[in-house]
């Protein structure tokens, strides 16, 4: 099929911007739910992950284009009993927090989770041999109500590292994967799952079941409207749908003419974007960003989008890193200008800047103290009291003396 549309990068990456909430515009000075709720409409998706060498990683991108916001909102989203909740848990790209909205756009992932298919092959095999485990562990949570995996293990042994599983927390997984329970609230970090009838509104519930292929299609316009403009990978990679799903998809929308098929700059495959785009002329946002933020995720595109290479090394070994543990891009204007390391100290009450990397060709002084007020902003926000810079870069020596700029030193 022909492009309709041709975008030049710098235009690409306005369109990204904006569809990503970086808009530039001042955020009210206090944030309310009806704000946040609005924001992850638009992003559609927010990723959970447990690193917490900083704040956990669905908190993140919200700060990142909100500012100073209280964490209280999204847990109230998120996990409280009511009207309050606007958020489920689920698979969407990896472990995530969705819209209520949105369930009904997960029920064909759900129901393909109970035939073993598109879960992990671990699960998948737990589920066709362990019906059993699975029925009990259901029969308790029909019985007690919201249960953590820890409070029905009946194992002896001691657990092992990382994902050694107790029965029981393999079968409230699978159960969780084909939507016979949800998450109703979190313990710490621990999920805390009940029967859908008593988490879900029962007017979600009660909605229609969409076919897989409506289900995909809705997926992958929120998706286009999300990302701005986007090619196929990167537009099935926003809710980790497979090729099989997202092409036939693609072609059914574009004939409907709900996207259309547009050339970027530099770009070797064709991409999409939502009828009548409207380009910003610029866009001014400074923003810190998580390594799960879903401008950044996929990491093809940005560097297709931004010549940026980023690879989060938390599991590579100290001696082999580049940049760091935990780091942020910064991203500042149209560019995303540096990298910083970052992590709480909470015992001591500061936030550590442990590196401090610009990628060329460098941060002006206007930039610099963009990202001096970033940080401020985010120690402030983590109830931090003071900055500390461990980084004996020439960059950290700059951002030294925004940071007394600005804070008056």
Known sequence: MPATLSFSLKQARRLALAAQGFNGRQPPAAIKA???????????????????????SHYLPLFSRLGNYSSDLLDQAAWSQGRRRTLFEY???????????MYPLMRWRMRRATRGEDIYQQLARFGREQQGTIRRVLASVQELGALGAGSLST???????????SAEKHALEWLFAAGEVTVAGRRGFERL???????????ILQQPLLNEAEAQRGLLLHAANALGVATEKDLRDYFRLSPADSRPRLAELAEEGDLLVCEVEGWRQPAYCVA??????????SALLSPFDSLIWERSRTERLFDFRYRLEIYTPQHKRIYGYYVLPFLHHERIAARVDLRAERALSRLAVHAVHEE???????????????????????????????????????LRVALAQIEGG
Do not use: F, T
Request: net charge neutral.
């Open 193 to 203: 799952y009940d029967l859908p009838e008593r988490v879900i509104p029962s007017v």
């Open 276 to 285: 009548e785009p409207k380009v910003p002329r610029k866009v001014e946002a």
């Open 360 to 398: 060329e060709p460098g941060l002006d002084e206007a930039g610099m103290l963009a990202l001096a007020v970033n940080l401020r902003q985010m120690a402030d926000w983590l109830g931090l009291a003071q900055i500390q810079l461990n980084c004996p870069r020439a960059s950290a020596a700059r």
């Open 155 to 165: 194992r002896q042994e001691r657990a092992g590292p990382w994902w050694d599983w």
């Open 34 to 56: 009806v704000q946040l709720n609005r924001l992850i409409e638009r992003l559609g998706i927010l990723q959970i992950d447990s690193a917490n060498a900083l704040v956990r």
């Open 91 to 101: 698979w969407g790209h990896e472990a995530s927090l969705l819209p209520l909205s």
